[in-house]
C-alpha cells in the first residue's frame, strides 16, 4: 500500500518537475486563441455545485487567455455524470476549444468500477483543481453527548438523508460507520440541501454539508443552539496528511475524533478506504481537463491563464465567496491532484465495494 | 412583532431600489428576453437564465437581480402562448391550461382565451407577491411543518385529480393514470438505483424520461396529427370570434375563482420539492368543483383557463420562499437563480436562511420585482394577443411542418441525444393511441409527473415512520397522523367522492363514438402486457431493495386489475358499447382528408432524415417536400418558407448556445456550425 503511495507521488513529482519547465516556457509559446470558443463542458444540470464552479471561472479565464476567446460552459447532464464523462473520452485535441470539468461523482463511479463507466482518467489532461471540506453536524440532544470521541454516541439511533450510497455521502456514511455509530440513511434525496431541511425539520438527525452549504445554511442552526458540529473531514497538506480544515479550524477533524473514539482505527483497509475516498471527493473535487492527444503548447497555454486567474490581486477575495476558501491547483499542481483524486488501491476498492453491498445491499454491476 | 416593525422600512428601501428608471430599463429588457425565449416549450427559464450567466459576474446587484427576475418571472406567462394556441404544454405549469385553452382557439376563441390567460396571471402574480410580503416574515415555521407525510399526502391529493379527469369509464382513468405511473418509474432507482425497464446498455433509458418529451408526446404530437389530418385551420371556420376584451371581462366575471386559485398557487408553492408539479392540476381540480355547469369542461370552458393560469404565476410568488429563506431551489430555474445571485456584486447576498436577517430589503426588492415583471409581462402578451392570434386562422398545413421542427428541438435539449426524438415519437404514438381510445390523457400525464413524488416520499416517509415506531408507537402515529396530514387526507377523500360523481359529466376530451370490438380491445391488452411486464422486472429486483420494487409492483398490479375489468367488461358488452370509444370508427378523425399512419410518416421523415443528415440538412429537405408535396406550394414559395423557418432555427439556437441533434454524416465529415 505504502509503496503503490511512493511510487504514486514520485510520479506526481517527476510530473511536477515536467510542467514546471513547459510552464516557464509558457510565455513564449502561448497559442493565440483570438476569434475561438472554448467550450467547457460540465456533466452535470444546470442548477448544481459544478454549476457554479464552471461559471465562476469561465469569464475569468477568457480574459486571462491570450485573445481573449469567448468561454462557455455547456451542460450534459445524466446517469450521473458518466454520459459526459464518456462523452469527453471520444474527444480529440480539438485545440484547446474543448474543455471537461468533473466532480467527485466522476470520480467515484469511476473508482468503484461502475458499469456505466467507460472513461479513463488516465488518458485526459488535468489542468486546474480545486477543492472543498466538509462538516458532519449533530442534533442538540445527541451534541450534547459528543465529547470529542464518538463514545457516547454509541447507543443513539441516528437517521440522515442520503443522496445515494454511491454518491459523495458514502464518506460520511463510512465515517460514522467506522465510529460505531448507528446511522440510517433514507436514500433518494435531491442535493445536500434538501438533507438539511430534512434536519431541520427533525426528520433526520445528523447530516453532513459541504463547506459553503455548512458556511451558508447550517451556521445560523449552531448559532441558535438546535445544531452542534462535530468534525470536519480535514484537508490535505503538501505531503498528503489530513490536517485540520482551515476554513474549520477550530473544529476537530475525522482523523483527531477516530483517534478518540473506541475501536476505530486511523490505519488499516477501512482508514486506507475511507481516505482515498475522501481524497477522491473533496480536497480534489473538482478537476478541468483537456482531452487526450493535445498539443503540450496548448496545454501550457491554458495553465498559464488558470495561472493568470489565480494570481489576481482579487483572488482571493472574490473566490471565498463562490468557490470557498480552498487552494486552486493548476498545471502540475492539478495533475497530482487528479492523480490522487482516481487513483486507489485494490484492497480499497475491495472494503467499499463489499462494504456496500453488505450495508446497503447495492452490487455495482 | 418586532419582524413587522422592521419589515416596514424595509419595504421602504426596497421600493426605492426597484422603483429607479434604470432598473426599470433592466427589468424590461429581461421581460423581453424572457418573452422571446419563451416561445420555445420546455426551454424557458433555465436557457434564458443560462444565457444572462457570464454577465452576472460583478453586476450592481440590483440591476442583476432586475434582469434575472424578469426573465423567469414570464416564462409561466408567455409559455400560454403555445399551451393555448397550439395545444403544446410548455412547461408542469401550462399542463392543465392545455385542456381548456386549446379548444378555445379551436373554436375561434383564442385571443379571448388568451386574455382571460394573462388577466389571471397578472392577478395571481400580483396576488402572490402581496400574499409573501407578509406570509415571508413568519413563513419559516410554516414550511417546516410539511414534512414528508405531509408532502405525500399532498402528492396523494394531486394524484387525486384523476378522479375528475378521468372520463366517462372512470376505470379507463385509474389504468391510464396507473401506466403514467409506472412509466415515470422506468430508470435507474432514486433509492438504491436498481434499473427498472432498462438497461446500461441503453444509457439513455437509465435516467428516465423527461417531462418535456412525454408531455409534448401525450399533449402536442396527438393534437398536431389530428389537425393535420383534417387540413383545416386551428379554428374551425378560420376565423377569430370573441376578441381580447371579453377575455378580461371573463376573468372579471370570475374574480373569486382567480383569488382562491391564487391563494392554492402560493401555498403550494411555498412547499419545497413539490411547487410546480401539482399545483395546476389541484387548481384546476378546485374549478371544476366549483363551478355549476360541468359539461364545458374540455371543450372551453373558460373557468378551464382562469384557474390554472391564476395559479401558476402565485406559484412562482411562492417558490420563492424556500428558495430565499432556505437556499433550496423550487425549480431548475429557482437553482440557477440562486447561483446567479452569488455571482452579483461583492457577492455579498447569499441565498439562505440569513436573507430575512441580512438582506430583508432585498428580499422584497425581488418578491416585488416579481410582481412588476409580471405587470410588464401581462401587458406585452395582452397586446400582443390578438396579433397572434391570428395564427390560429392560417390553414394548419402551412403550420405544422414549423411546429414538428419547435417541438423536436425542444425535445433535443433536454437530453442532447438523438434517442430523445425517437422518446418523442414514441410518446407521441402512446399519446395518439390514448387519444384515439379515449383513455385520459391528463390522467396518464398527472400519473407521470407524480411518480417520482410519490416513489420518494412513501419509501423516505416510510422509512422515518418505522424509525419513530421503533422509539414508541405513539410517536410513529403522531408522526404519520398529523394535523396536515388529517386536513389533507379530508380534502382528498371528499375531492375523490366528489370527483366519481362528477366525472361522468365531464368530457375532457369531448364526445368518442364506439364502433368496433377488436382496435380497443388490441389496445387494452397492449397496455396490459407492459404492465405484466413491469410487474415481473420489479419483482426481480433484490429484496433488500425493497424500496425500488414496491411502487413499480403495487401500482401495475392495482392498474392491471383496472384492465381486467375493463377487459371482461369488452367481453361482455356490444360494441356499441363506451368502453370501446374509438375516434377511428366516427367523427372528425374518421372522416378526415388524411389518414393516420401516412401523417405519421411525414413526421417519422424527419427524424429518419436527422439520424442520417442532422438536424438542420434534414429540416431542409423536410420543409421543402412537405410545403411542396403536402400543403401543395410551388417549389419558390416552399424553398422561401423553409429557409425562413431554419433561419429562424438557427438564430435562436446561435443566440442561446444550443447545438442541434447530429446524424451519420456527422460522424464521418466535419461540417462547420449549425451544420455540424
Redesign the interface.
Known amino acids: 500500500m505504502t509503496k503503490i503511495k511512493s511510487i504514486a507521488t514520485a510520479l506526481a513529482a517527476g510530473t511536477i518537475a515536467m510542467s514546471m519547465g513547459f510552464a516557464a516556457h509558457a510565455d513564449s509559446h502561448a497559442v493565440d486563441m483570438s476569434g475561438k470558443t472554448v467550450t467547457w463542458t460540465i456533466p452535470f444540470?444546470?442548477?448544481?455545485g459544478s454549476?457554479?464552479w464552471a461559471?465562476?471561472f469561465?469569464?475569468l479565464l477568457s480574459e486571462a487567455l491570450p485573445g481573449e476567446p469567448t468561454v462557455?460552459?455547456?451542460?450534459?447532464p445524466?446517469?450521473g455524470s458518466?454520459?459526459g464523462a464518456?462523452w469527453f473520452q471520444t474527444q480529440k485535441d480539438g485545440g484547446g476549444e474543448i474543455m471537461f470539468g468533473t466532480s467527485g461523482s466522476t470520480q467515484f463511479p469511476y473508482l468503484l468500477g461502475d458499469?456505466?463507466v467507460r472513461y479513463e482518467y488516465k488518458d485526459w489532461v488535468p489542468v486546474m483543481a480545486s477543492g472543498t471540506g466538509g462538516v458532519a453536524y449533530l442534533n442538540k440532544e445527541d451534541g450534547a453527548k459528543f465529547d470529542g470521541s464518538a463514545n457516547g454516541l454509541k447507543d443513539s439511533?441516528f437517521?440522515y438523508?442520503a443522496q445515494?450510497?454511491?454518491s459523495l455521502d458514502l464518506v460520511a456514511l463510512l465515517a460514522w460507520e467506522m465510529l460505531g455509530m448507528d446511522v440510517?440513511p433514507?436514500?433518494?434525496?435531491?442535493?445536500r440541501?434538501?438533507g438539511?431541511?430534512?434536519f431541520?425539520?427533525?426528520?433526520?438527525n445528523i447530516d453532513y454539508q459541504t463547506s459553503s452549504g455548512y458556511l451558508?445554511?447550517s451556521m445560523?442552526?449552531v448559532e441558535a443552539g438546535d445544531a452542534v458540529p462535530m468534525m470536519s473531514w480535514g484537508a490535505l497538506d503538501d505531503d498528503g496528511n489530513i490536517v485540520r480544515d482551515p476554513t474549520f479550524p477550530d473544529m476537530p477533524t475525522f482523523k483527531e475524533v477516530c483517534e478518540a473514539t473506541d475501536g476505530c482505527e486511523t490505519s488499516g483497509a477501512a482508514w486506507e478506504a475511507w481516505k482515498a475516498f475522501f481524497v477522491a471527493g473533496f480536497p480534489s473535487q473538482k478537476i478541468a481537463f483537456l482531452p487526450a492527444g493535445i498539443d503540450q503548447s496548448v496545454v501550457d497555454t491554458v495553465v498559464a491563464g488558470f495561472e493568470a486567474v489565480r494570481s489576481r490581486s482579487d483572488f482571493a477575495?472574490?473566490s471565498s465567496?463562490?468557490v470557498g476558501k480552498y487552494p486552486m491547483f493548476v498545471g502540475a499542481g492539478a495533475a497530482k491532484a487528479a492523480e490522487e483524486a482516481t487513483t486507489i488501491s485494490a484492497e480499497a476498492k475491495g472494503f467499499v465495494v463489499n462494504w456496500l453491498s453488505e450495508a446497503?445491499?447495492?452490487?455495482l454491476k | 412583532m418586532d419582524a413587522f416593525m422592521q419589515a416596514v422600512p424595509a419595504l421602504g428601501d426596497a421600493f426605492g431600489l426597484i422603483l429607479q428608471p434604470v432598473v426599470l430599463g433592466y427589468l424590461i429588457l429581461g421581460v423581453v428576453m424572457g418573452l422571446c425565449v419563451g416561445v420555445f416549450p420546455g426551454l424557458g427559464g433555465i436557457a434564458g437564465l443560462s444565457l444572462l450567466l457570464p454577465f452576472m459576474f460583478g453586476m450592481e446587484p440590483i440591476f442583476g437581480l432586475a434582469l434575472m427576475i424578469g426573465m423567469v418571472a414570464v416564462v409561466p406567462t408567455s409559455d400560454t402562448f403555445a399551451s393555448v394556441l397550439m395545444g403544446i404544454p410548455g412547461s408542469s405549469a401550462s399542463q392543465a391550461t392545455v385542456l381548456d385553452g386549446f379548444p378555445m382557439a379551436k373554436k375561434g376563441e383564442a385571443a379571448r382565451a388568451l386574455s382571460a390567460a394573462f388577466s389571471s396571471s397578472l392577478f395571481g402574480g400580483l396576488m402572490g407577491a402581496a400574499f409573501l410580503t407578509v406570509f415571508i416574515l413568519i413563513a419559516r415555521p410554516i414550511v417546516l411543518s410539511f414534512g414528508l407525510p405531509e408532502m405525500l399526502m399532498m402528492t396523494i391529493l394531486g394524484l387525486s385529480m384523476v378522479a375528475i379527469l378521468a372520463g366517462r369509464v372512470a376505470i379507463k382513468g385509474v389504468a391510464a393514470a396507473g401506466l403514467g405511473l409506472v412509466v415515470g418509474t422506468i430508470g435507474a432507482a432514486d433509492s438504491g438505483g436498481s434499473l427498472r425497464m432498462s438497461s446500461y446498455d441503453i444509457p439513455y433509458i437509465v435516467d428516465g424520461f423527461k417531462l418535456v418529451i412525454v408531455g409534448l408526446g401525450i399533449f402536442a404530437i396527438p393534437e398536431i396529427v389530428s389537425l393535420l389530418r383534417q387540413d383545416r385551420a386551428i379554428s374551425k371556420n378560420a376565423e377569430l370570434g370573441a376578441g381580447w376584451a371579453d377575455g378580461v371581462k371573463d376573468w372579471w366575471a370570475n374574480k373569486w375563482l382567480s383569488l382562491r386559485c391564487s391563494v392554492i398557487g402560493v401555498v403550494v408553492g411555498v412547499i419545497p420539492g413539490l411547487g410546480g408539479s401539482v399545483v395546476d392540476w389541484i387548481a384546476y381540480g378546485h374549478t371544476v368543483q366549483s363551478t355549476k355547469d360541468k359539461s364545458q369542461f374540455g371543450q372551453g370552458e373558460v373557468r378551464g383557463v382562469i384557474g390554472p393560469e391564476s395559479s401558476n404565476n402565485a406559484k412562482e410568488g411562492g417558490g420563492l420562499v424556500p428558495t430565499l429563506l432556505f437556499g433550496i431551489p423550487g425549480s431548475g430555474s429557482m437553482a440557477i437563480f440562486i447561483g446567479a445571485v452569488a455571482l452579483l456584486g461583492s457577492g455579498t447576498i447569499e441565498v439562505g436562511p440569513g436573507m430575512l436577517k441580512d438582506n430583508l430589503d432585498m428580499t422584497y426588492a425581488i418578491v416585488w420585482l416579481l410582481a412588476l415583471a409580471n405587470v410588464v409581462g401581462t401587458v406585452l402578451c395582452i397586446a400582443a394577443s390578438g396579433g397572434i392570434a391570428k395564427l390560429t386562422t392560417i390553414r394548419f398545413t402551412l403550420l405544422a411542418p414549423f411546429l414538428f421542427m419547435l417541438i423536436s428541438f425542444a425535445a433535443f435539449q433536454s437530453g442532447q441525444n438523438f434517442a430523445d426524438l425517437v422518446a418523442l415519437f414514441g410518446f407521441g404514438l402512446i399519446g395518439i393511441m390514448l387519444r384515439r381510445f379515449d383513455w385520459s390523457r391528463p390522467a396518464f400525464l398527472i400519473g407521470f409527473v407524480l411518480s417520482n413524488p410519490v416513489e420518494k416520499f412513501t419509501n423516505q416517509a416510510f422509512q422515518i415512520a418505522s424509525f419513530r415506531f421503533r422509539d414508541s408507537t405513539q410517536a410513529g402515529f403522531e408522526y404519520i397522523f398529523s394535523p396536515i396530514v388529517i386536513v389533507l387526507l379530508v380534502i382528498t377523500v371528499v375531492s375523490v367522492f366528489l370527483g366519481i360523481r362528477q366525472a361522468k359529466s365531464i368530457l375532457a376530451e369531448g364526445d368518442v363514438k364506439s364502433g368496433s370490438k377488436r382496435a380497443p380491445m388490441i389496445f387494452l391488452l397492449a397496455v396490459m402486457a407492459y404492465l405484466v411486464a413491469t410487474y415481473w422486472n420489479a419483482s426481480l429486483i433484490n429484496d433488500r431493495l425493497m424500496g425500488d420494487k414496491i411502487i413499480p409492483m403495487t401500482v401495475s398490479a392495482v392498474a392491471l386489475a383496472g384492465c381486467l375489468v375493463l377487459l371482461v367488461q369488452m367481453i361482455r358488452r356490444p360494441e356499441t358499447d363506451i368502453v370501446f370509444a374509438d375516434r377511428e370508427v366516427a367523427g372528425e378523425d374518421a372522416e378526415a382528408a388524411h389518414g393516420l399512419w401516412p401523417t405519421l410518416a411525414w413526421f417519422a421523415g424527419l427524424l429518419g432524415l436527422t439520424a442520417l443528415f442532422g438536424f438542420i440538412i434534414a429540416l431542409g429537405i423536410f420543409l421543402v417536400s412537405f410545403l411542396r408535396q403536402r400543403a401543395g406550394l410551388t417549389w419558390v414559395h416552399a424553398a422561401i418558407y423553409a429557409a425562413a423557418g431554419i433561419v429562424f432555427m438557427c438564430f435562436m439556437a446561435w443566440s442561446l448556445n444550443r447545438d442541434f441533434p447530429p446524424g451519420l454524416l456527422q460522424d464521418y465529415a466535419d461540417l462547420p456550425w449549425p451544420l455540424k
Not at chain 1, 431541520?200 to 433526520?204: D, K, L, T
Open positions: 444540470s444546470e442548477t448544481g454549476a457554479k461559471n465562476f469561465a469569464p462557455v460552459v455547456k451542460f450534459m445524466g446517469a458518466t454520459k464518456n458499469p456505466r439511533k437517521i438523508g445515494g450510497a454511491t440510517e433514507v436514500f433518494g434525496i435531491k442535493g440541501g434538501d438539511r431541511l430534512m431541520e425539520r427533525g426528520e433526520a451558508g445554511g445560523p442552526m477575495e472574490i465567496k463562490r446497503y445491499g447495492v452490487e
